[in-house]
């Protein structure tokens, strides 16, 4: 068997491409969305993310505000800055690049957002929510691989999902939305016995741990979905994810790649977010 591939890439594209006529109306009715996105710091992977979101959003006309601030930003400074921005009503998301320099505390900083404008979905109240089957704003990358099995028309209700990895931001709220969506899930992570043991139970498995080639043909079910969030260099300093690419998709039936899968759906989920925000404010306004 050779698994078909779920490109992220043309999903993006796509879905992209549908939100430029919402952006429209939105603009034409004064309600242009706007994303800010705070940079503390030099980490060179946190700048080109962040360039990357910032293009994402012009090429569709979102407005977006960047504010980049030095290394040695204190709390108290980061959290005005926050503050401000949630008292602008042009902002309609608001998004702090992970990670943080060391003295700032991350959890802190994020609970500041307000609400209604975490379009990365990591506020407790939007995890909450999740958790309970009503969220406001979905995490975006596990919003992004919902959406992938969703255009590879895959019936997840009933299905039995294992998840890799348990990290606030990636693994738990992919297990809420996927068991939202009627699977079972199993979610497993560093201390889990046994794993391909597990994954071999799998229909649909996601992984989402940063470890190159965790994921082995010997671990997956044949025919199985293998979405592979993780983000590794190679040797090379090439892209790889956690999955053995080439190996897996032997065995798969269904098979994300990296890059080129779920890294694309994740900025396009953020602009969605973005996107839904304005249209709940010009609702509220109206
Ligand atoms: P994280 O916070 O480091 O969490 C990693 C998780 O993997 C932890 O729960 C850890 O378990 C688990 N784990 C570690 N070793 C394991 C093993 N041998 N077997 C099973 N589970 C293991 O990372 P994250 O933020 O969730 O991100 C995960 C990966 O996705 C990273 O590579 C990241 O770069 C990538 N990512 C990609 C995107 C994208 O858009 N493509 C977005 C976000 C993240 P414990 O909890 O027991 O430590």
Same mark, same amino acid.
């Given at each position: 068997?050779?698994?078909?591939?779920?490109?992220?890439?043309?999903?993006?594209?796509?879905?992209?491409?549908?939100?430029?006529?919402?952006?429209?109306?939105?603009?034409?009715?004064?309600?242009?969305?706007?994303?800010?996105?705070?940079?503390?710091?030099?980490?060179?992977?946190?700048?080109?993310?962040?360039?990357?979101? $910032?293009?994402?959003?012009?090429?569709?006309?979102?407005?977006?505000?960047?504010?980049?601030?030095?290394?040695?930003?204190?709390?108290?400074?980061?959290?005005?800055?926050?503050?401000?921005?949630?008292?602008?009503?042009?902002?309609?998301?608001?998004? $702090?690049?992970?990670?943080?320099?060391?003295?700032?505390?991350?959890?802190?900083?994020?609970?500041?957002?307000?609400?209604?404008?975490?379009?990365?979905?990591?506020?407790?109240?939007?995890?909450?929510?999740?958790?309970?089957?009503?969220?406001?704003?979905?995490?975006?990358?596990?919003?992004?691989?919902?959406?992938?099995?969703?255009?590879?028309?895959?019936?997840?209700?009933?299905?039995?999902?294992?998840?890799?990895?348990?990290?606030?931001?990636?693994?738990?709220?992919?297990?809420?939305?996927?068991?939202?969506?009627?699977?079972? $899930?199993?979610?497993?992570?560093?201390?889990?016995?046994?794993?391909?043991?597990?994954?071999?139970?799998?229909?649909?498995?996601?992984?989402?741990?940063?470890?190159?080639?965790?994921?082995?043909?010997?671990?997956?079910?044949?025919?199985?979905?293998?979405?592979?969030?993780?983000?590794?260099?190679?040797?090379?300093?090439?892209?790889?994810?956690?999955?053995?690419?080439?190996?897996?998709?032997?065995?798969?039936?269904?098979?994300?790649?990296?890059?080129?899968?779920?890294?694309?759906?994740?900025?396009?989920?953020?602009?969605?977010?973005?996107?839904?925000?304005?249209?709940?404010?010009?609702?509220?306004?109206?």
């Amino acid at each position: 068997m050779t698994a078909r591939i779920i490109d992220g890439k043309a999903l993006a594209a796509a879905t992209r491409a549908g939100l430029v006529p919402r952006v429209q109306a939105l603009t034409a009715a004064g309600h242009q969305p706007g994303l800010a996105v705070i940079l503390v710091g030099d980490d060179p992977a946190s700048a080109v993310y962040v360039r990357n979101k $910032v293009k994402a959003c012009e090429d569709i006309g979102i407005r977006s505000l960047m504010t980049r601030l030095p290394a040695e930003t204190t709390e108290a400074d980061l959290l005005a800055h926050v503050a401000r921005l949630n008292a602008d009503t042009s902002v309609h998301g608001i998004l $702090v690049q992970l990670p943080l320099p060391r003295h700032l505390d991350a959890q802190k900083i994020l609970e500041t957002i307000a609400f209604d404008k975490d379009v990365d979905g990591l506020h407790a109240t939007n995890a909450g929510l999740t958790l309970m089957g009503t969220p406001h704003f979905r995490s975006c990358t596990p919003y992004g691989v919902m959406k992938m099995l969703e255009s590879i028309g895959y019936p997840v209700a009933g299905c039995h999902a294992v998840v890799l990895g348990r990290s606030n931001m990636v693994g738990k709220p992919m297990a809420m939305l996927l068991l939202a969506a009627n699977a079972t $899930v199993t979610i497993a992570h560093s201390k889990t016995r046994d794993l391909g043991a597990i994954t071999r139970q799998a229909d649909v498995l996601v992984a989402a741990v940063g470890r190159r080639n965790l994921v082995t043909a010997d671990m997956v079910k044949p025919g199985a979905v293998v979405i592979d969030v993780g983000t590794n260099r190679t040797p090379e300093g090439k892209l790889a994810g956690d999955v053995d690419f080439e190996a897996v998709k032997s065995v798969a039936g269904w098979i994300s790649p990296v890059p080129g899968g779920v890294g694309p759906m994740t900025i396009t989920m953020l602009l969605v977010n973005t996107v839904e925000a304005a249209e709940r404010r010009r609702q509220a306004a109206a």
